[in-house]
């Protein structure tokens, strides 16, 4: 007899009652704005994203490894990587106990487990109806967040690989690690963008050019409520008004979000990459003309 046999069947991925309201996932490659664009949908009344995690991919795969556990074990399994120090989140996450609550979930499956999760912290900060998530490692989890999240809303941030490029370099590797090299950050930002039309095949996304948030944010802020299905709200004009006081956000690389939306951060590769660099990263010229960066 096989070993597999013995184990119990794991749990569903999908419950058998709908969410209340489906997630909302803005994807991209870093350093594209999802940070901004994060404050500016938290500036509406019904929305909640929290700051960058990096547990939901894990989180995903944990859930399959382990399901031969019992459902108690499975959920201390996972809420261990909500645990302040767990190193996979820019999260407070003194005041959030929810263990207690997934242990006896009704609906014992994945979609409400991560449910809870994002609204029961959500719930420490403004009341909301619906939860988002703007952390750029999503998309290195794209088909496990597409296989649990099917019919959530998908947004696509998309800015100048150059500029991308060159934001990773300024950053520095002590705070996006190897990233900062060009020819690495490059790839990464391709990589975005194969698996940008992976999920364009599957299901609807909504596309934002960074260029044209900043420099209209009227317009496409309104584009995207509607493709959202939420009315405008002017608060979300002015997202260096609603910054949390938490340590993050305080870091130096996020010092324009402490400022008016502008556009000055827009062509900066043309002053930080050198000849050499940008020969270096040539082979995203075709990604660069198909997506009208010339």
Known sequence: ??????????????????LREQPI????????????????????????????????????????????????????????????????HFWQTQNLSVLGDLISLDDKSLQHVVDHIYRAYGVLYKPFHLWGDTSPTNILYIREIFSLFPN??????????????ASHKEGGEHYVGTRARPGLSSAAWVGALKKLEWLQ????????HYEQLVRQPELVIRELCGFLNIPFQSAMLAPHE?????????????????QPIDDQSVGKWKHVLSEEELEEIRFINPFLIKYGYQ
């Not at 959530?152 to 490029?165: E, P, S, T």
Request: net charge positive; glycine share 10%; aromatic share 10%.
């Open 242 to 258: 609603n910054i949390p006081d938490i340590p993050v956000y305080a870091e130096p690389i996020f010092h324009k979000l402490h």
């Open 152 to 165: 959530a809303r998908y947004v696509f941030l998309i800015r100048d690989g150059r500029d991308v490029v």
């Open 25 to 88: 996932f803005v994807l991209g490659s870093g350093r594209n704005g999802s940070t901004l664009l994060n404050r500016i949908l938290n500036g509406h009344s019904r929305l909640f994203l929290p700051p960058e995690q990096y547990f939901l991919g894990h989180t995903i795969i944990k859930y399959r490894l382990y399901g031969f556990l019992n459902w108690r074990d499975l959920m201390k399994v996972l809420a261990g990587e909500l645990m302040p120090g767990a190193g996979s």
């Open 1 to 18: 007899m096989r070993v597999a046999a013995c184990l119990p069947v794991g749990y569903p991925l999908m419950g058998r009652t709908p």
């Open 201 to 208: 095949k599957k299901t609807p996304v909504h596309l934002v």
